[in-house]
């Protein structure tokens, strides 16, 4: 029980203090599951993360059902999951209750201002470390390189990138494969 209490804990935590989506989840997450219980390893993390953008659903209410999943099963996932969504759930009720008196107070919109500014710095520190993690050799670069510039000048869903980039991660390995049997002749 105590077990649960920790992961609800921690992913109250997480729920309460990030701003700005899925993606601002990682720093915290970090934080939590990988250098303070060590419920992961970063590539876990790396790899939820990139399962939690392709299945429906809120990309950090998946990230907490998988590692509370990993953690504790069925009701670690509970726990996690209810963690994180039940402080967005209760600022949502207070703001909703309050926000039109305060909404065009010039305060409350700098404040709006100040959280946008810190989750776009938060997400390119994402960014650098899951580059400096996920880019491990030239195919992985040209992955890189080629969604990148495919993001930018097309507009296909996501989803098209991590197929694409899934299928060649299985070819690489599968030609990996060959040449090494290959060599072992």
């Known amino acids: 029980m105590r077990e649960l209490w920790t992961i609800f804990a921690s992913?109250?935590?997480v729920g309460l203090l990030t701003f700005g989506g899925g993606y601002s989840i990682i720093p915290m997450l970090e934080k939590e599951a990988?250098?303070?219980?060590?419920?992961?390893?970063?590539e876990e993390l790396l790899d939820f993360f990139a399962v939690s953008q392709c299945i429906p659903g809120v990309i950090a209410t998946n990230m907490a059902v998988m590692v509370g999943n990993k953690v504790k099963k069925l009701s670690g996932a509970v726990a996690a999951s209810v963690g994180v969504v039940m402080p967005s759930l209760l600022i949502i009720m207070i703001i909703a209750a309050f926000l039109q008196n305060f909404a065009d107070l010039e305060i409350v919109q700098n404040a709006f201002w100040g959280i946008?500014?810190?989750v776009a710095a938060l997400i390119f520190g994402?960014?650098?470390s899951m580059f400096k993690t996920g880019i491990v050799d030239k195919l992985t670069f040209v992955i890189f390189v080629v969604v990148f510039l495919c993001s930018v000048f097309l507009s296909l869903s996501p989803i098209w990138y991590v197929v694409g980039a899934a299928l060649c991660g299985l070819?690489?390995?599968?030609?990996?494969?060959?040449?090494?049997g290959g060599q072992d002749k």
């Open 11 to 13: 992913f109250f935590r």
């Open 34 to 42: 990988i250098n303070k219980y060590n419920w992961l390893t970063k």
């Open 116 to 118: 946008r500014v810190v």
């Open 126 to 128: 994402v960014v650098l």
């Open 171 to 180: 070819a690489a390995t599968r030609l990996r494969k060959a040449r090494e």
